[in-house]
């Protein structure tokens, strides 16, 4: 058995892998961190695994829970990585994999890309689907991060930035693939445990309640399923996860439509992890499945803890899972983190309820990190028996100090739709504002006084709180209404915050990594009734230049200029002066002319604590690495054949060294 366990991890789930472990008589440690890149920063938490002496690390779920190459640098540090093998991770942790995977087992999947795409190839993509609309997910990671519904074409260049930004931020994984919208499904999941050699069914979860792609309440086991259909998604969880002589905790997920005559089912994604709701698997069969995680990664089979794959448990009742999560729901239907500080918390009690929680009275919470505070778990003998014992649940629970989604919960718990069962993952987008309504309304957002904006200006107020991470704007820009002005990062999700109206931008109030509360003032902006005539609105005054270059457009091409040799005489001259060539000089001879498309042009060295951006910015471009894709010999090959992955680096960054970002663009460059 291990002796004690790395816990790289926060929350509810840190405490309930710290029970489990408990129970075991193992031994575990939290992680320290003080912002969430730390949680991603895998140099890190071995060497605190290390300073700890600790020889095993379980990642929860998020983070570096699916990551191949973190379980890789675990066994090279001679620690247990508490979840699936190097192999396994690599297969089922990509989508764009899993989704191949299950294509050679024969389980229908929903028609998508193969791979990572580019904006270019999800185009042409959502143009062969345009009738149905596309869904890009992130290849890593789940939880709904790195997810966006497309339905208009005008709408994908935006929600492609979005989803990478948020799957880099989330999964330190940047890449996107694309699949045909499947939009009026249930979603349902099936939970697998193997030990290498078997592998068995422990139950499936009905996870249809969503709201953006992320859940809010799951049921197990599913009140809809025929036993037909339940047997042939066991058999294509099962078909898959034996293809990969899977070891620990996984799940299987897919789209269910039963009345759909062509595919009742699609298998979409898988989750070789710990899920956030296994709770309710534990309350129906009996089972610790953190533990039995455990006691797997130790090197322990199935039969050797008292389970026949052949005879899974059956479930006892039903359990049903809310999530309590400090946010509330705009009349968009986008999730705004709540921050703020607990000054009263009551929970519910009685027969068949559980509390997964790490929240308590005095607990600070901020944005940054995943707005879940607490898992309220309520088990009936039938369905309805647990949900009219939720409803009195929620009613009992009690979180004073910010505000959170139990209105919200309440409202659906009470819907006839939800004793019935008939749902679908759009009911809540589809239902929003009769939910909102039941639910009392949005958080009102207190506006500033005239006193807080210069004469003549307005102020804008962050929609949500959340860090600043970009500035899209400058002082002396003129934009128009809807445009935006920045982005903003809550529950590691991009929000972009509009301009309320047209106008000219008059100052700044926050800076990039500042963290802002909802209602502050960001900037302030000149409305078009306060802009000079003319320099609004070309049609109606003067034609703008076609040869001038928008300030915008010219921050981008400073930016880029950074990148270049020519921004570095010094550093190239030296390089020249040993007889050496620059990595961009060698690509430029090893590739067809104009045909080298570089990626990642613009990361700079992951060192922001001890160096500043401007200094990051003019002295490590590219973070040392060039990459991108060229074609080779073409005028010979043809495009196709004479197509290559290029990555080149030479010494005058860094003096050659490789860092994070840099090994990052690798790991994507490779993956291509």
Same mark, same amino acid.
């Given at each position: 058995m291990l002796r004690k366990i790395l816990i790289a991890n926060r929350g509810e789930i840190a405490l309930r892998i710290a029970r489990a472990a408990a129970d075991l008589g193992v031994g575990s440690v939290a992680f320290e961190a003080s912002k969430p890149a730390h949680f991603l920063d895998i140099a890190t938490v071995l060497q605190q695994a290390r300073d700890q002496g600790c020889d095993a690390v379980h990642p929860g779920y998020g983070f570096l829970s699916e990551r191949a190459d973190f379980a890789q640098a675990c066994g090279d540090a001679g620690l247990v990585f508490i979840g699936p093998t190097v192999a396994q991770l690599q297969c089922l942790g990509d989508k764009a994999a899993a989704l191949a995977l299950a294509r050679e087992c024969a389980v229908p999947v929903l028609p998508g890309s193969t791979a990572a795409v580019t904006l270019a190839q999800a185009t042409v993509f959502f143009a062969q689907h345009s009738a149905a609309g596309v869904m890009l997910k992130a290849v890593a990671g789940g939880g709904g991060r790195g997810m966006r519904a497309v339905r208009h074409a005008a709408d994908l260049p935006a929600a492609f930035v979005a989803c990478t930004a948020e799957a880099q931020a989330a999964f330190g994984v940047a890449g996107v693939y694309a699949e045909r919208l499947m939009a009026n499904a249930r979603h349902v999941e099936v939970q697998v445990l193997g030990d290498g050699a078997q592998v068995m069914v422990l139950g499936e979860r009905e996870c249809t309640l969503q709201r953006r792609f992320q859940k809010l309440v799951e049921i197990a086991p599913s009140p809809t399923l025929t036993d037909a259909l339940r047997a042939q998604l066991f058999e294509a969880a099962l078909a898959m996860a034996s293809a990969?002589?899977?070891?620990?905790?996984?799940?299987?997920?897919?789209?269910?439509?039963?009345?759909?005559?062509?595919?009742?089912?699609?298998?979409?994604?898988?989750?070789?992890?710990?899920?956030?709701?296994?709770?309710?698997?534990?309350?129906?069969?009996?089972?610790?499945?953190?533990?039995?995680?455990?006691?797997?990664?130790?090197?322990?089979?199935?039969?050797?803890?008292?389970?026949?794959?052949?005879?899974?448990?059956?479930?006892?009742?039903?359990?049903?899972?809310?999530?309590?999560?400090?946010?509330?729901?705009?009349?968009?239907?986008?999730?705004?983190?709540?921050?703020g500080t607990v000054t009263q918390l009551l929970w519910p009690a009685g027969p068949g309820l559980r509390i997964d929680t790490h929240a308590q009275t005095g607990l600070d919470q901020g944005a940054d990190y995943d707005s879940l505070l607490a898992k309220l778990v309520v088990q009936g003998a039938r369905f309805e028996d647990a949900l009219r014992r939720s409803q009195r649940a929620l009613a009992e629970c009690s979180i004073e100090g910010l505000a959170t989604n139990l209105p919200l919960l309440r409202a659906l718990a009470a819907r006839p739709e939800m004793a019935s069962q008939a749902l679908s993952t759009v009911f809540v987008e589809a239902h929003l504002a009769d939910l909102i309504a039941a639910a009392g309304g949005n958080v009102p957002v207190s506006a500033p006084t005239a006193a807080d904006a210069p004469e003549g200006t307005a102020a804008v107020l962050s929609p949500l709180a959340g860090r600043l991470v970009q500035q899209a704007v400058a002082p002396g820009d003129v934009v128009p209404a809807g445009a935006t002005l920045a982005v903003i990062e809550a529950m590691k999700m991009e929000h972009l915050m509009l301009a309320p109206t047209a106008g000219r931008v008059h100052a700044w109030q926050a800076e990039p990594g500042d963290v802002l509360g909802e209602g502050q003032t960001v900037l302030w902006i000149a409305p078009l009734a306060e802009v000079e005539a003319g320099a609004v609105v070309p049609d109606t005054a003067t034609a703008a230049d076609p040869q001038a270059i928008r300030p915008d457009l010219q921050r981008v091409r400073d930016r880029h200029a950074h990148t270049l040799?020519?921004?570095?005489?010094?550093?190239?001259?030296?390089?020249?002066?040993?007889?050496?060539? @620059?990595? $961009?000089? %060698?690509? !430029?001879?090893?590739?067809?002319?104009? =045909?080298?498309?570089?990626?990642? +042009?613009?990361?700079?060295?992951?060192?922001?604590?001890?160096?500043?951006?401007?200094?990051?910015?003019?002295?490590?471009?590219?973070?040392?690495?060039?990459?991108? @894709?060229? $074609?080779? %010999?073409? !005028?010979?090959?043809?495009?196709?054949? =004479?197509?290559?992955?290029?990555? +080149?680096?030479d010494a005058t960054v860094l003096a050659g060294t490789q860092g994070m970002r840099n090994h990052q663009k690798t790991d994507r460059m490779l993956g291509i």
């Open positions: 990969t002589g899977y070891r620990s905790l996984g799940t299987f997920e897919f789209l269910v439509d039963a009345d759909a005559k062509e595919l009742p089912f699609v298998f979409i994604e898988a989750n070789p992890r710990l899920q956030v709701e296994h709770t309710v698997t534990e309350q129906v069969t009996g089972l610790d499945l953190v533990a039995l995680q455990i006691q797997v990664a130790a090197g322990r089979t199935l039969l050797q803890l008292g389970l026949d794959p052949r005879a899974p448990p059956a479930p006892r009742g039903f359990a049903i899972q809310w999530r309590i999560n400090a946010e509330t729901l705009d009349a968009e239907g986008n999730a705004r983190p709540s921050v040799d020519a921004a570095r005489p010094d550093a190239i001259a030296a390089r020249h002066a040993r007889g050496g060539r @620059t990595a $961009r000089e %060698n690509i !430029a001879e090893l590739c067809d002319a104009h =045909s080298f498309n570089e990626f990642g +042009a613009l990361a700079v060295a992951a060192q922001t604590r001890r160096r500043t951006l401007d200094d990051l910015v003019r002295n490590t471009p590219a973070d040392g690495m060039v990459t991108g @894709t060229g $074609r080779i %010999n073409g !005028a010979l090959f043809g495009p196709e054949r =004479s197509s290559a992955a290029v990555l +080149a680096y």
